[in-house]
């Protein structure tokens, strides 16, 4: 078990962290076979390692004391990466610290990916219906990153899932995969949705250029956009004329940026196989706006 905390949590729930960690101990700390029980197991193969029992045990890891965030909504904002291995990396140095008893933010890269190159179950846990993974780029930065990072770590994707508790009577499972399609079914593209954000002008044009941005994080990170979802962004943000108006009168900022993340992600290849023709009437709604943009 490896777990990667925010810098809220450590500072909101720091009890929390400590019986986490007390966990952890206890059971590396019972006289049963490696064979079930592999926090014991992997314990004792890092103490064999270096020594050191502390550092053998540590499993919680997160941001530097004072820091927030994962390092990777920065990045992806930029373009300044190319691979798997950039985003591990700034994951790692973001998060390359260990929380529990007596630690309080110990640089522990090196324990980090170690415990990382173990993690076959990457899982998020979601308990409120007020936000959802394409509407909070936190989702993408720690779930996402960490798909990522033991991916460049291993060379293989961990199965990744999404816990959803926000029934408690109803818990439910889902993988990663499923929980996108379902979120970008019921709200993504939901006309609904979309027209609710367009009575909100400017800011709801924002939420409407976030979410694509944010499902870029996650597909840059965990893969989970199908091109399928692309060209759907593709008709209903940017080529529905109710829609495009719309952002071309209250935010034409949001709408060159959805057509420039959608374009990325043609380039680097997450939009596989783009359809020409979306592609080309998507560059005719750019090229517009720019000349709009450059008038003002």
Excluded: C
């Amino acid at each position: 078990m490896t777990v990667r905390i925010s810098g809220f949590f450590r500072d909101a729930f720091p009890h929390v962290v400590n019986l986490i960690d007390d966990a952890v101990r206890l059971v590396a700390s019972l006289d049963e076979p490696e064979s079930q029980n592999f926090v014991r197991a992997h314990a004792q193969a890092d103490l064999a390692d270096h020594g050191d029992e502390r550092r053998a045990t540590t499993r919680i890891f997160g941001s530097k004391p004072g820091a927030y965030g994962a390092g990777i909504l920065p990045l992806i904002d930029t373009g300044n990466w190319r691979d798997d291995s950039d985003l591990a990396e700034v994951y790692a140095v973001w998060g390359g610290y260990a929380y529990g008893r007596g630690l309080d933010g110990a640089e522990a890269r090196t324990d980090m990916e170690s415990s990382y190159r173990r993690i076959s179950i990457a899982a998020k846990n979601t308990d409120t219906r007020e936000h959802d993974i394409a509407d909070s780029d936190d989702y993408f930065q720690y779930h996402g990153g960490m798909i990522a990072a033991v991916r460049a770590l291993t060379g293989s994707a961990p199965r990744s899932y999404i816990g959803d508790s926000t029934s408690p009577d109803s818990v439910r499972t889902r993988s990663l995969s499923e929980e996108t399609a379902r979120v970008f079914r019921a709200r993504v593209v939901n006309p609904r949705w979309l027209a609710a954000m367009r009575r909100h002008g400017y800011k709801g044009a924002f939420e409407q250029a976030a979410t694509v941005d944010y499902l870029f994080g996650y597909d840059a990170t965990a893969g989970v956009v199908d091109d399928w979802m692309y060209e759907k962004l593709t008709e209903s943000y940017v080529l529905d004329k109710e829609n495009q108006d719309f952002l071309a009168q209250a935010n034409p900022w949001a709408l060159r940026g959805i057509i420039e993340r959608l374009n990325e992600a043609a380039e680097r290849g997450l939009w596989a196989e783009p359809d020409q023709e979306l592609m080309t009437a998507m560059q005719e709604v750019y090229l517009r706006i720019e000349g709009d943009l450059e008038d003002r």
